[in-house]
């Protein structure tokens, strides 16, 4: 039971670019059955990872405040662009928790490694935030970080071109990672939603030996553990019915729906709704 017997039957709001945030919806709804989820993909003006950081604060801005009107109880930005340059930023105009994707999989990481080796990939705009550098170096500052950006990896899942027997996804990972691959990494953190739908792919350029960080799903953890310790759960999970997932977009809800459907395993088609949020 929470807290002190309190309950908070409001959703949790979750926003990212497109695909990529369904990682983490269905990381929540493995970890917190019976809550409720309204998700935001901004699929009218995905990739955020090449714009600059005033048009990325924009986006998110609204995508924060269109959750925020549906009288959410916190807000997890499954945008790893976002978190990496626009956080603190977005999160500024509000009292409800907000949840970020970068610190939890880094920590997971620096935990992880061997070799004091870890690799990171993620959109031009999170790598050179260095975000996930810092935050590495904060738990332990010996640890050597090498990063590589991969913006075609984004609209790969966004076409959904994620079979890991798809010849143009082969191409493309085995294009961005290969020099990676040749720096003796013990473990590589997808710092994108998106890039776990990767992940088999991935695994054939890296090798079975690197551990992949998935950073909608160690985040998740960390997620419910904090809403469960701020008395902010429906209440105890074993006894909740099963929690709505409400699904809303910025642009076609057709192409949406049929690739989240075919990752989630279960037909959305009904539950996409298409929203302005300008």
């Not at 739908?197 to 998740?220: F, N, Y």
């Not at 105890?236 to 049929?258: H, I």
Request: with cysteine; glycine share 8%; net charge neutral.
């Amino acid at each position: 039971m929470c807290k002190d017997n309190v309950m908070d039957n409001r959703p949790i709001g979750i926003f990212d670019t497109g695909l990529g945030g369904l990682t983490m919806v269905k990381a929540l709804c493995g970890l917190l059955p019976g809550e409720d989820i309204i998700y935001l993909g901004d699929t009218g003006r995905v990739p955020y990872g090449s714009r600059s950081k005033e048009t990325i604060i924009k986006y998110a801005g609204q995508n924060a405040a269109f959750l925020h009107g549906l009288d959410i109880k916190a807000l997890v930005v499954a945008c790893n662009t976002v978190c990496s340059v626009a956080f603190d930023e977005v999160k500024k105009p509000y009292s409800i928790p907000f949840y970020e994707v970068v610190k939890t999989p880094a920590k997971v990481a620096a935990q992880s490694t061997k070799n004091n080796k870890i690799g990171v990939i993620g959109t031009k705009a999170t790598i050179n935030s260095r975000a996930y550098e810092l935050a590495i170096h904060s738990c332990s500052p010996e640890i050597s970080v090498f990063s590589v950006p991969c913006p075609l990896f984004v609209p790969l899942v966004e076409e959904g071109w994620t079979d890991p027997d798809d010849e143009a996804a082969k191409l493309i990972v085995k294009r961005y990672l290969e020099g990676l691959a040749k720096e003796n990494i013990d473990t590589l953190i997808l710092g994108c939603t998106h890039y776990p739908l990767l992940t088999e792919t991935i695994k054939k350029v890296m090798g079975e030996s690197v551990r992949l960080v998935d950073s909608a799903a160690e985040t998740a953890g960390f997620i419910a553990s904090d809403l469960k310790e701020k008395a902010l759960l429906k209440g105890d999970a074993d006894s909740q019915p099963k929690g709505s997932v409400q699904y809303y977009v910025t642009d076609c809800t057709k192409s949406f729906a049929a690739h989240a459907s075919n990752f989630l395993k279960s037909d959305i088609s009904n539950l996409v709704k298409k929203i302005t949020v300008e």
